[in-house]
């Protein structure tokens, strides 16, 4: 599942360079890679109970950086119920910042 939205900002909202992070999430793995062009967060491994909580706080942190945001869950080898909580957290904070999803 990919889900994407674009934005029309200032070019201060946008990353000075391109930045490559990845963050360890227990069985999962978060990848992000911010460029003026778009932000790319890839979602590696299980999304599961002890990964959900440092995922959430991964994807929100980076989203709004105010460019084209890419949300790549291709592979996600599984999605626990109660991550929805993220997607919902991700919809959240882009409603609460004006943002378009």
Known sequence: ??????????????????????VDCGRAEVRAHCS?????????????????????ASVTEVMLVGNSFLLDLSGVDFFAAQSISALIAVDDALRGAGLPW
Do not use: W, Y
């Open 36 to 56: 003026p062009l778009a932000t790319v967060l890839t979602i590696n491994g299980d999304v599961d109970a002890n990964s959900i909580d440092r995922i959430t």
């Open 1 to 22: 599942m990919t889900a994407v939205h674009s934005l029309t900002t200032s070019e201060q909202a946008r990353p000075r360079r391109d930045d490559d992070v990845t």
